[in-house]
């Protein structure tokens, strides 16, 4: 049975930051590429950032500079550092895992929210 958790979601001030992190099992980690994304009420999903099996990194345009995306295949974990975090940042945030062999799997996300 295939598992992503999150964690690390909250309310945070405008200028804040918050660390994300999601653990999988269930899945040869280390094969996939992972990625954050995140869907504020009344908008799509939206990729925040991906990173692949290599480590290759890449961001929307909007969290370029402020995100940081990283991984530890040995953990089986990824994480999304958020940084100078703003008021449009609010959303759920998910974790993915995929595709590998047209195959993706989600987890069940996290709150964040960015507010004074």
């Known amino acids: 049975q295939v598992q992503l958790v999150e964690s690390g979601g909250g309310l945070v001030q405008p200028g804040g930051s918050l660390r994300l992190s999601c653990t999988a099992s269930?899945?040869?980690?280390?094969?996939?590429?992972m990625g954050w994304y995140r869907q504020a009420p009344g908008k799509q999903r939206e990729l925040v950032a991906g990173?692949?099996?290599?480590?290759?990194?890449n961001y929307a345009d909007s969290v370029k500079g402020r995100f940081t995306i990283s991984r530890d295949n040995a953990k089986n974990t990824v994480w999304l550092q958020m940084n100078s975090l703003k008021s449009e940042d609010t959303a759920v945030y998910f974790c993915?895992?995929?595709?590998?062999?047209?195959?993706?799997?989600w987890g069940q996300g996290t709150q964040v929210t960015v507010s004074s």
């Open positions: 993915k895992a995929g595709p590998f062999n047209s195959i993706s799997y």
């Open positions: 269930g899945i040869r980690f280390s094969l996939y590429i």
């Open positions: 990173v692949t099996s290599g480590g290759g990194t």
